[in-house]
């Protein structure tokens, strides 16, 4: 899985066809298909080519794609049941990308029907009119893909369409079909319309809603319109607000051909990659501390002193990231450095400013912080012991038993806690922790030295104090 994403608008890798006329269309030999047959043909071309119409998404390969892939090749609707941060919207935008780069449109059609088939009163009027000459525009993917947020306040008009009085006042009577102002989902036709957290629309709004998902047609104002509109409706709903706070009324939910629950991932590794794609970092993390945000957020989503039914958002770990990355960027320009990297004392930054993304269990209340520094500190401990097992940290130890003392903090520059550590002869221990952890510049030896000395606090091997911006090993 991954979070939910910007628009996955992409740049048009080639120009759109020269062809210009109906006429030509036909002459090119252009096979008009629906927008089912699209989908199911390029889905099926990437998966015989090998290639993965999926990118950026991780943790699904063997759950939810092979279901929606079935559910596409089925030619259904689509609706997605998630808790937030699971990536249920990146997913549906993913979607564009099975569609054709390039597809024929009637030029100035309201509706951007196929120039074989013009189903609005006006588009067939035109095409009875002008023949072969009929004018054809080409519609880029991105432009066949729209989302809509699903709110309390909107209306019929804003997903099927209303009366136009600017058309009537022109003089039109009001039967006549083009006095119309389509909606959202007509405005679809021959291509996606994704509805997210569908169980917030008002339950007279999801009921305009039966006849373009089953019959395919639009009801405004008494009028029925039989426009055969092609359109793949596709929506994304949170399984509380699913049961309590809204609800998607039984005859819509029955009316969608498949309901596929998504999940967290269920791998570390999968969670790591999720931070890396989605944070946008002003300065270096390491791996180590993405590792132990990954970890981190993995212990909230099973504790027990957490309401798991709002779920741990991916969200958490990214801000996380992007937050310890902030406080890098504040210390190096603050104190001079040269290179700004993330430290394991940076951590305790996140932890004071996420804990708003997390609803706690009532029982807890006045305990989330010391909830959140006890998982935080768990979650630092298993990543000490997978990185540095079989290390042998007694001189470290002796050294500090011995009366020294390391010195960091948020302010403390990288070559400053570098130049603090203890002298421990001979040894290649500081060399060893490095090349675990593959520390190349200061600020990254410095964050692996600070990490092995938070794993023999947390094994108890060595004291820490914190205070006034400093934390003190000795």
């Keep these: ?19 210009s006329t109906v006429g030509a ?33 991780h943790g699904f390969e063997d759950t939810v794609i092979p279901q929606l892939e079935r559910a596409l090749l089925a030619g259904h609707d689509v609706v997605l049941l998630g808790e937030r941060g699971q990536g249920k919207t990146r997913l549906l935008r993913t979607l564009v990308g099975l569609l054709d780069e390039w597809t024929p449109v009637i030029e100035g059609s309201e509706l951007g029907e196929h120039p074989y088939d013009p189903i609005t009163h006006g588009s067939r009027r035109r095409a009875a009119e002008l ?14 893909y729209a989302e809509k947020l699903a709110t309390p306040d909107t209306s019929v008009a804003d997903l099927i369409g209303d009366v136009d009085p600017m058309k009537v006042a022109e003089g039109r009577s009001l039967g006549d ?39 395919r047609d639009i009801q405004i104002r008494g009028y ?32 969608f051909g498949a309901e596929i629950r ?7 590794e999968d969670e790591v990659a999720v931070i890396r794609q989605e944070a946008s970092l002003v300065a270096e993390v390491p791996d ?70 997390i609803e706690f269990e009532s029982g807890e209340e006045g305990r989330e912080l010391e909830i959140l520094g006890h998982l935080l500190r768990t979650a630092t401990a298993e990543t000490v012991r997978q990185h540095f097992r079989g290390l042998d940290f ?17 302010q403390v520059t990288a070559r400053d806690f570098l130049t603090g550590l203890p002298v421990l002869g001979e040894s290649e221990l500081y060399d060893d922790v490095c090349d675990r952890l593959n520390a190349t510049n200061d600020g990254e030896r410095a964050g692996a030295i600070e990490l092995a000395l938070e794993g023999l606090y947390l094994a108890r091997r060595v004291s820490k104090e914190s205070g006034g911006g400093e934390t003190v090993y000795g």
């Design 177 to 215: 079909p083009e006095t119309i102002h389509f909606g959202l989902i007509p405005r679809s036709h021959r291509g996606i319309v994704a509805i997210n957290e569908l169980p917030d629309l008002a339950e007279r709004i999801q009921v305009a809603m039966l006849n373009v998902m089953e019959e």
């Design 25 to 57: 269309l036909r002459a090119s030999g252009h096979v008009e298909k629906t927008l089912r047959q699209e989908i199911r043909d390029n889905l099926l071309a990437a998966l015989r080519e090998g290639r993965d119409p999926w990118p950026g998404l």
């Design 394 to 410: 007694a001189l470290l130890v002796d050294a500090i038993e011995a009366g020294s003392m390391v010195t960091t903090g948020e």
């Design 288 to 357: 180590h501390l993405v590792e132990i945000l990954a970890r981190f957020t993995r212990a909230l989503r099973e504790s027990s002193a957490v309401d798991q039914r709002s779920g741990v958002s991916a969200r958490f770990a990214i801000a996380g990231a992007e937050t310890i990355a902030a406080a890098a960027l504040h210390r190096a320009t603050s104190q001079g450095e040269d290179h700004a990297v993330a430290r394991v004392v940076d951590l305790e930054t996140a932890v004071d400013v996420l804990g708003g993304k």
């Design 131 to 144: 023949g072969d000459d009929l004018p054809v525009a080409w519609r880029h993917r991105d432009e066949r």
């Design 224 to 255: 029925v319109l039989r426009l055969p509109l092609d359109v793949l409706v596709v929506a994304s709903a949170n399984p509380e607000d699913y049961t309590n706070r809204g609800r998607i009324i039984t005859p819509l939910k029955d009316r």
């Design 1 to 19: 899985m991954t979070s939910a994403p910007s628009n996955q608008a992409s740049t048009p890798t080639s120009t759109p066809p020269a062809i």
């Design 262 to 268: 998504t999940h967290y991932p269920t791998e570390l």
